[in-house]
Nanobody
Framework: QLVESGGGSVQAGDSLRLSCKAS????????MGWFRQTPGKDREFVAL????????LYGDSVKGRFTISKSSAENTVYLQMNALKTEDTAVYYC???????????????WGRGTQVTVAS
């Protein structure tokens, strides 16, 4: 089970840090991803991290502003979001899979999401 937290309402230019805690041990081969979705749109890839190597990948719209990281001790993956824009408003989901992939269907487990709202 994946549980996201840390969402909220902020102003443009502010920062937020999202957390995703796994109830079971995250295996070294796992890829943890963050996605986001707004009503009527497809789920959009935000970032991913491979658990064993720490290798990361970012979506073009968040490069240079968002940072994904992990804590093996806490079984948690984080998404630090800086310089937030109104277009970052979405429900953010955490997901676990085994492929180094930005495609949502490649992930087998999903959290319920946390709302991020950025006002101008």
């Amino acid at each position: 089970q994946l549980v996201e937290s840390g969402g909220g309402s902020v102003q443009a230019g502010d920062s937020l840090r999202l957390s995703c805690k796994a109830s079971e041990r995250i295996y070294s081969s796992t890829v943890m991803g963050w996605f986001r979705q707004t009503p009527g749109k497809d789920r959009e890839f935000v970032a991913l991290i491979r658990w064993n190597s720490g290798r990361t990948l970012y979506g073009d719209s968040v490069k240079g502003r968002f940072t994904i990281s992990k804590s093996s001790a806490e079984n948690t993956v984080y998404l630090q979001m800086n310089a937030l824009k109104t277009e970052d408003t979405a429900v953010y989901y955490c997901a676990a899979g085994s492929q180094y992939s930005s495609v949502p269907s490649d992930y087998r487990s999903w959290g319920r999401g946390t709302q991020v709202t950025v006002a101008s």
